[in-house]
């Protein structure tokens, strides 16, 4: 099940139990993220929550991130990233600032919204 059918399904779950809130905020956001008339991948879904969260949080409205929150991948840990960080400089023998941009690379499409970029990439500058 996609991120999008399962937005879907837990807003009519929301309207079924009741919960106003819950499901105005995923009506809100599926009407967001279904504007082109195109059926969204995961990523676009995940980047839209995001910015519905920024959102909520510029307008003090955060108690609605509870109902977004939970679409979001679970983070790796730092020592999770420094490990996958060291896997990939060792397989591919990387070891100039030159192969930056190759890892940052790997970690983006394997890893997408699931680490601190910041955190990586000074942690890849201070291992090569």
Do not use: H, W
């Amino acid at each position: 099940m996609t991120l999008r059918e399962q937005i879907i399904k837990d807003k009519m779950e929301a309207m079924k139990s009741g919960n106003t809130i819950q499901k105005n905020v995923l009506s809100t956001l599926q009407g967001e993220f279904e504007r082109n008339n195109k059926t969204p991948d995961d990523s676009i879904v995940i980047s839209q929550i995001k910015k519905m969260i920024d959102s909520n949080i510029e307008c003090k409205t955060e108690s609605e991130n509870v109902y977004l929150e939970i679409y979001l991948p679970k983070k790796l840990s730092d020592n999770e990233v420094i490990k996958i960080i060291e896997n990939v400089i060792k397989e591919n023998d990387y070891k100039t600032m030159k192969d930056m941009g190759k890892i940052m690379t790997y970690l983006s499409t394997n890893y997408s919204g699931k680490y601190d970029s910041k955190f990586a990439s000074e942690n890849i500058k201070s291992r090569l």
